[in-house]
């Protein structure tokens, strides 16, 4: 019989949540035969992830996954093996009720956030005693052999180098979204949260020597880009020109064409865990805009990562990527810094395809989950 899985997830920030989510399911049930529900409370979130599926489904079925609407008033349901809270959700408390009435009790574990903050590998995996005999464990993501490490599919660095080294399946796969790159044009793309460093790095762009064409996928940042651009409201497929800039509105893409746009660019700026961990497997010169938190946490989240990422670039280069990213972070002036990153990019471009098969070389995040819980149960 096939191990169950259940993984609950509220979506809190816009689609972070559900794409981790939505990946890791996907995978369990893929590569590890598990059967897997996923209980999400926003529907309406999931399907901009997954184009077709039904916004109003109670339970529908995608690509193996049994995808449930969380319910405001629950209804019974069996409890499974392995009981996933994702990033400290709170259980329905007739769902725990049933955790604690069960004879065999299950394996309850809370998937937190992504940190590279060196407390982690000492917190990652460690019990907590809960009421009525359950036992929860703390299942850290990270990029370190005694963390839980990052999702990766089997086969995903092969499938990107095949599809940046087959220029028509680019260009094809580009043509599908409206963007046609001229043949001088650096291709960018911009995905990260509001931020006032975008508007002097715009004018950077504009001004530069370099013609870009700037992918936006609808999101937070348009709003700012808007701004800069003096045309508010502008919708999927809209075009822009400012001096060697060129921007381009793109339509919200499933995670599979996500990929393909971000190994399709030269430089990516992403937020947040989902999106950044998959720019860094891009293995493309990016920028890791972080969710602003009180006291500048993220501040210390940010410098936690560099610290690991920054190690193999010379000491110019990686002086310039960390002013960048901090500036970027700080929402302070980044033109200067990135007008610096420009002098080093063929090493910025080395260094990535190299870090990402570095972090390769570890176990991903649904493996070490699907061998910690057989190994439990």
Request: charged share 20%; net charge negative.
């Amino acid at each position: 019989m096939r191990q169950a899985w259940d993984i609950f997830c509220t979506v809190v920030d816009n689609y972070g949540d559900i794409g981790v989510t939505w990946r890791l399911a996907r995978q369990l049930v893929a590569e590890h035969d598990l059967q897997v529900r996923l209980w999400v409370d926003q529907l309406a979130a999931f399907v901009r992830l997954c184009p077709g599926a039904d916004p109003h489904a109670a339970r529908q079925f995608c690509s193996g996954v049994e995808v449930c609407q969380w319910p405001a008033v629950w209804q019974p349901v069996a409890v499974a093996d392995v009981v996933l809270e994702a990033f400290a959700c709170s259980l329905p408390a007739p769902y725990l009720a049933a955790m604690q009435a069960r004879a065999r009790k299950p394996l309850w574990l809370n998937l937190e956030y992504l940190s590279a903050e060196d407390w982690v590998a000492g917190c990652h995996a460690l019990p907590s005693l809960q009421s009525g005999g359950l036992q929860k464990f703390f299942y850290f993501p990270g990029f370190t052999a005694d963390t839980g490490g990052l999702l990766r599919e089997q086969g995903l660095l092969q499938r990107r180098d095949a599809f940046q080294q087959d220029a028509a399946q680019r260009q094809a796969f580009l043509a599908g979204l409206g963007v046609q790159p001229a043949a001088d044009e650096q291709l960018y793309s911009l995905f990260t949260y509001e931020c006032a460093s975008i508007a002097g790095w715009l004018q950077q762009l504009a001004r530069g020597d370099r013609p870009v064409l700037l992918l936006v996928p609808e999101g937070r940042a348009l709003s700012d880009v808007w701004a800069w651009l003096g045309e508010p409201g502008l919708a999927a497929g809209a075009q822009a020109r400012r001096g060697n800039l060129r921007v381009q509105v793109l339509p919200f893409v499933s995670q599979d064409d996500y990929d393909r746009l971000l190994w399709s660019c030269d430089f990516n700026a992403v937020r947040g865990e989902d999106s950044f961990v998959r720019a860094l497997w891009a293995g493309k010169p990016l920028l890791w805009h972080l969710y602003q938190q009180a006291e500048e946490t993220h501040l210390e989240k940010l410098e936690a990562f560099l610290q690991r990422y920054l190690p193999g670039l010379s000491g110019p280069a990686a002086t310039a990527l960390g002013q960048f990213w901090q500036a970027w972070n700080s929402a302070l002036p980044a033109g200067e810094s990135w007008a610096a990153l420009q002098t080093h990019w063929p090493e910025l471009r080395r260094h990535a395809l190299d870090w990402s098969a570095r972090q390769a070389a570890q176990r991903d995040l649904a493996a070490g989950l699907a061998h910690f819980c057989t190994n439990w149960l």
